[in-house]
C-alpha cells in the first residue's frame, strides 16, 4: 500500500522519468530496511517465561525494587580492644601453664590495641523489640586470646610465649539503627563463615525496613546467570551486577561471581532474577574475595610521621607488616541453601534468645 501511494504521486509528478526511478529504488530499499528492522527488536515474551533466572541485562527499569531492597542493608563495623602481654625467652612461659599464670606478674611489659573489620549486613527479621540481621562471621569474628612464640632453637622442643592479647571488649557498631547499643552475636558458624546479629530495644514504632523478597535455591543457577549485588564496598552503599561461574563448585551450591569486590563488600546480599522484573530472589551472599599476600617493611607509627621528609635517610624501627593484595573478579558466594541450613541447625540457640528467624528461612 506504501510502494502503491508512492508510485502515483511519483507520477503526477514533474520530476524527470531518470530522476523519477532513482527515487523510487531509493524509497523503497528505505522502507524494506525501517521494516525488517522493527522486525528484530519484537520480542517474544512467551520464549522469555521459562521459569529459569535470566542471563540477560534486564529490559525493564529495576531501580524501584532496588531502592527497596537497598533500604534493607547495613554497614557494620567491628572493634575489639585488646591488652597485650610481653614475656622474655628466659621467664619460660609455655601453653600447659597459661590458664595458671597470672599475666600481669609475669609481664615485664604490657600494651593495648585495637583490631578493626567492616563488612555488610542485612536486615532480615524485626519482631516487636528484636531486630536480627546477617552477615558473614570474618567480619565480628575476633578470637578472645592471640598467642604468639619466640622462634625455637635447634634444641628446643617446647614453644616458649613470647606474647598474649586477651581481648578486654569487642563493639558491633550498625550506624543507621534507631538504638546505638552494640549489636549481639546471637549465633555464628566460623566454618560456613555466617552470623546472626541481633539488637534489643527498637521500638515497633520505628521503621526498620526487612528483606521481604523471596529465598530462591543457588541449585537453579546456571553458567551465565545474571545477579545484582548489594553492598557497603568501601564504606559506600553501593549495586553492582555480575555473572555467575561455576555453580555448585563445592556440591553445596556455593559459587562464583565476577563482582569487583572490595572491602567491606562481605556480608552483601546476592539477588538473581527469575523471569524478569519484578521477580528478585535471594540466592547467595558474597563472602570474599581471592587474594595475594604480600611482606613489607613499614617505619614505626608516630606522631612525627606526617611531618618525615621521605628524601631524608629513615633512621627509626621498621616492622614487618601484612597486606593482602585482592584479585578482583573473582568472589566467592555463600549459597542461599547453606544460609537455610545454618538457620534452621541453630534453632535452638535462636529460641533461647527470641529470635524467630527460622520462620522465615524454612
Known sequence: MQIRSIMIWIKKSKIPWTARGCLLITICSLLLLWNCTKRIYQVDLSTIKDGKYDTEFPYIDSSKQLREIVETIKRINCIAYYKTYLFRKEDNVIDRRLPYTNLSRRAYNHFYYDKTSAGTATVIYHDNDKIGLLTCAHIVNHPDTVVSYFDPDTLDTIRIIRSVAVKREQQNWVPDLPVGQSMEIIHMDIDKDIAILGKRGVRSDKRVPVFNYPFGKSADLGWGSFV????????NKMVTRAIVSNPRKDGKGDFLIDANFNRGLSGGIVLAIRDGIPN??????????????????QPQQTVEEYSYDPRTPYKGDSYVRLQSIINYGVTHVISIETIQGFIQNSKDRLDEKGYYIYNRFK
Open 228 to 235: 545484582y549485588l548489594l553492598g557497603y564496598p568501601i564504606g
Open 280 to 297: 528478585f530472589e535471594l540466592v547467595g551472599m558474597a563472602k570474599s574475595v581471592s587474594a595475594n599476600n604480600d611482606y613489607f617493611l
